[in-house]
């Protein structure tokens, strides 16, 4: 079955209140999600969930040509054709668009057999998966975390049993919310949190160390991940897991921090580091060092249900928490592109299910993105 059209569709929304971590206040947030259609006239969908101005041109300019006319049924194949395309930026946009591609390749190639992308992939190892909420965020003015409780509340009663809060305000007072957020939430709900890149070294350290009573399952990307002895020197001295790369897009990047013991829990995103075909072989990478790999998302339903499917095909590692690894991250803001189809909260078991419907799972009519679309594109095949 062939290729027959790449569309482009830039969406996006500006949260309010802004989203607050360690680095910055989100203000707008903009995704890419292609949709590609065989001759057949089923589609397939995939997503950029960073910045995706610039892969959304490489998308449209280097990709059709080695696409469209091509049998949607070998994914694989097609990954290694856009790998040519990425010139220098082997770590960037050029391979967040690769990665959209490919996500889209392997929706389109499950639905052809009328199967999911885990069943594609070899079969799920699990039905369902552990959540954690993704969330909350730090607020600007003078009082960071003081909207933490009433928030960590309204989780609670939303089935989530895991956390991850946004630290990072200043080491001292992320000792003083989440040794209070421990005594909240119990000795049975995994807390982590998310430093986001903010801190130098001796911040983190000295953050970890007031931290240390609320007993966290991972400290999340503490660093800035260019920054490779760092991130060693930080998870040799910290008692608890340094968990991170969401960043990082290369297999090549992977190998150099899973090499440098930079992490005890590895954070690929299908939408930065490959698709379905690049986290395939992070996990294979991250198995032969025995760190457990799951998939880092913070976006659209489309890279959240890719998620999932890669979830389900991942190795089981027990990390502590309520449940072994891998665990599913699910974005727990306002966020209206997420929950496009349906809320993404975890059942009363605190996990999400893995579909076994053709592909990712879900069928979105493109119409259906109107209130939030800036831009959209089509190349078709000639
Ligand atoms: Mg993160």
């Given at each position: 079955m062939k290729l027959r059209s790449i569309e482009g569709f830039l969406v996006g929304f500006s949260p309010s209140p802004a989203l607050g971590n360690a680095s910055t206040f989100i203000r707008r947030r903009d995704f890419l999600l292609l949709r590609l259609t065989a001759e057949d006239g089923s589609t397939g969908w995939g997503e950029v969930a960073n910045g995706p101005f610039a892969a959304s041109g490489h998308a449209r300019a280097k990709l059709p040509p080695l696409l469209l006319g091509q049998d949607v049924t070998q994914p694989g194949r097609l990954f290694h054709a856009m790998l040519g395309t990425l010139g220098y930026d082997r770590r960037g946009s050029a391979m967040m668009a690769v990665s959209a591609a490919d996500m889209a390749l392997h929706d389109l190639a499950a639905r052809a057999q009328g199967i999911s992308v885990a069943r594609l992939l070899g079969g799920a190892l699990r039905d369902r998966l552990p959540a954690y909420a993704s969330g909350p965020f730090i607020a600007e003015g003078g009082d960071p975390y003081g909207a933490y409780p009433a928030q960590v509340d309204d989780l609670l009663r939303r089935n989530f049993r895991a956390i991850k809060p946004r630290v990072g305000a200043h080491p001292r007072k992320d000792g003083t919310v989440m040794r209070a957020m421990r005594k909240q939430a119990g000795d049975d709900v995994a807390l982590m949190v998310d430093i986001n890149q903010g801190y130098t070294v001796g911040a983190a350290l000295e953050s970890i160390r007031h931290m240390e009573e609320a007993d966290l399952l991972w400290v999340e990307e503490p660093l800035q991940p260019e920054d490779i002895a760092g991130c060693r020197s930080v998870a040799h001295s910290a008692r608890c897991a340094i968990a991170g790369g969401e960043a990082l897009g290369s297999l090549a990047a992977f190998r150099d921090v899973l090499a440098a013991g930079c992490y005890a829990v590895l954070q690929p995103d299908l939408c930065v580091c490959g698709g379905f075909s690049g986290f395939r072989r992070v996990a294979a990478l991250a198995d032969a060092f025995d760190v457990p790999a799951m998939p880092h998302v913070f976006g659209t339903l489309v890279n959240a249900h890719a998620a999932i499917q890669m979830g389900a095909l991942l190795t089981t590692r027990r990390g502590g928490g309520p449940m072994p690894y891998p665990f599913m991250e699910v974005d727990v803001t306002p966020n209206p592109l997420l929950t496009l189809l349906g809320s993404m909260d975890p059942r009363a078991d605190g996990t999400v299910a893995v579909p076994?419907?053709?592909?990712?799972?879900f069928d979105l009519a493109p119409e259906r993105l109107a209130p939030w679309l800036v831009e959209q594109w089509r190349v078709e095949a000639g």
């Open positions: 076994d419907a053709p592909g990712l799972g």
